[in-house]
């Protein structure tokens, strides 16, 4: 194989795998979109968070790192079904296990959590 050929390749891998995760998201968006708005009995059952890692090079060679950090809340419901959430920093420091409220959502969408 020549190396045109193999960069063709390659070049649709990435388009593809760029197709694939929009549309994903965009199907996922519309599916929370087209959910009923629910507010069921809830408690916090457990918290969580997911700190990425990205390492870059800028023009002139210099490495940066950058940090994120994703944060999850686990519910239970009245039924024993768990649901996890990924939710904002400041609705993650106001939560604590064992918190119990009323629980709104859509979808896979989280739109708050109303303690009692």
């Known amino acids: 194989m020549n ?4 960069f063709y390749i390659v070049f649709a891998l ?3 795998t760029f ?3 929009a549309v994903k998201g965009i199907a996922q968006w519309n599916k929370n979109n087209n959910s009923p708005r629910l507010t069921v009995d809830a408690t916090v059952v457990a918290k969580r968070t997911q700190v ?3 390492h870059h090079t800028d023009g002139n060679g ?3 790192m950058t940090t994120s950090t994703s944060y999850y809340v686990t519910f239970q419901v ?3 079904d768990r649901i996890e959430f990924h939710v904002k920093s400041f609705e993650y ?5 064992g918190d119990y409220g009323k629980l709104t959502f ?3 969408r989280f739109l708050g959590f109303d303690r009692m």
């Open 3 to 6: 190396m045109r050929f193999m």
């Open 19 to 21: 197709i694939f995760t």
């Open 93 to 97: 420091a106001m939560l604590v296990e």
């Open 106 to 108: 859509q979808g896979t």
């Open 78 to 80: 009245e039924s024993g």
């Open 62 to 64: 210099a490495m940066h």
């Open 52 to 54: 990425s890692h990205n």
């Open 14 to 16: 990435v388009i593809g």
